[in-house]
């Protein structure tokens, strides 16, 4: 009797990442939606909610902020590619 699995779709999922206590990465399956595992802040319930904004100090790290700073990156890499292009 043959007892393959069709394991493929459960070895892609997402992995969570978190630095173990032994220094390496966490292999552990992050949760739906979320980037950690159940162990490290992926659990329901937990992190602040959407929108929270008590951490905001200067708004660096802002979605608003951090997406305008990757258009100028993203920007500035297609000229530069470009201007390699036009030599
Ligand atoms: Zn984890």
Known sequence: MSHA?????MQESPRCG??????ETCRAPA???????RMHGGAW???APDGNG???KHGYYTGEAM?????IRDL????????R???
Not at 31 to 37: D, M, S, V, W
């Open 67 to 71: 997406s305008e700073r990757r258009q």
């Open 18 to 23: 978190a630095q173990t206590r032994n220094g």
């Open 31 to 37: 949760l739906r939606g979320k980037a950690r595992c």
């Open 76 to 83: 500035l890499s297609e000229t530069q590619k470009l201007l």
């Open 45 to 47: 319930g937990s992190g």
């Open 5 to 9: 699995r069709n394991t493929g779709p």
């Open 85 to 87: 292009e036009l030599k």
């Open 54 to 56: 008590n951490a905001i």
